[in-house]
């Protein structure tokens, strides 16, 4: 059914044409269905997803196809049912076989134009149902809302999995908005998100009950040396303060440089050696601090500031427990720089925490952060990296902090404390030992091992092809390639004829 809503008549994807657009792009596919919105809102959030699909245009609703389906699942485990919330899209109608963007993830000319026709919609219907906050389902729907996309952001990499979970302001600053993933990127091997979309969702639940700011954590930045030395001497009493338990006097660390800051989405993924096999990130530019909740200090790795970063790591080495995300990159370069040794024992990884915890989701710092409960105010941060370097670098402490505090009473309500002490922290000494001393290998018998193993697997391709059926040999192969264009291309290869060669939308290749 062609859209018939109120803007419907004069949107490009509705037939209307102007010689402009002829001559730009042609022919512009039609769209079908227009979608009303629907669902009771008790709790005060709107869901806004892209546009619809083919049931949905069929049933003039968002969110009732096999995304809608999936939803409603995860929120049967709640007792939500749809009347919890309102629903709307950022494009009222179903784009010609769904597509929105191209092949390289940009927004086909056309789709652009249709979203800001189809405005109005959107807009009547927030002004309408005034939702205290929305959820924008994927990167459409957060563009739409916020005007946040790939280009103004330094995200480039899997942009929502950076930002799910935060607080934005939506354009017009009439509510709050939360982005998370759409369910149909959850059904494309994405499962494991599942439970991070419900945990976003639940927060703008949260929200919209209990009212939202964001916090404003106490950071010092760059101090004068009267500021700084009195924070030194307040962490340094803290760290030698008996009465608490050494496990609990906790130290957050964390250092920048120039290669951290480039891998700033994904701290687990820093490249530690260049193209030469040379480590050339024990250039450190700056130290953050944070043993206080919500307070942090940040402040770069020079004088005069040295004499205090010395004194307090020197100090939690010998009295408290340091906590760092992405141990295996920040220790080494401290000790390197400082020559003050960490000992394993007292300095932990909370990545790998998190890790035990939740071994099916991502090791980035900001992406846990929006996981966890204590930061449930915290504002996104990560973007930071650019152009507030210090404020960037203590948020980044402030946050670690929390983060080890929660993963530890988590691990302990779900009985996997135990698991975390004898997998990581109980066989850290003997690892790091391992990895210093090394291992001794005996070549001759190594190349004998690799000997035996190639015949026995020449043996076993030589069992597995001689039960294959002669019949099955002969059948046809499909292979996909890849065209001049780098469009993909379906290609028919026959177990007979090989070398022959052929040529296909502009690709050739020879058979094998």
Known sequence: MKPNGPHCSTCVLAGHRTPEWDFLYGDVPMSSGFMQSDGGMRSGVMIVAEALGANEAKQHKALVGASGFLMARAFSRKKWDRDEFRYANTLYCQPFKNRIKDSRGRFLPWIEDAIDHCAPNLDAEIDRSKPKVIVALGEVALERLTGMNKENTHFRREFMKREHGYAFREKQNRCWVVPTFHPAWIMRGNNAQTQVFMWDIDKARRMAREGYTHETPDCLLDPQMAAWEAYVERCVRFLCDTRIPRSERILAIDIENPTKRQFAEDESEIELQDADGIDVTFNIDRISFAFEVGVGASVPWAMPWLVGIHRILRVAAQNGLIVIWNRAHDRPRVMKATGIDLPVEWCEDAMNAWHVLYSSLDTGLGYATSCLPSSWRLP??????????????????????????????LLRSTGQMQVYREAVTDIDPALFYMGNAGMLTDPVKRATLQGELEVSIAELKGKMQSIVPDEVKGMKVWKTKKAADGSPVLVELQAEGAGELFEVAGMKEETT
């Open 380 to 409: 996104m941060w990560k973007h930071l990296s650019g152009t507030e370097e210090a404020r960037y670098s203590a948020f980044d402490s402030i946050a670690l902090l929390r983060n080890y505090k929660d993963t530890m009473r």
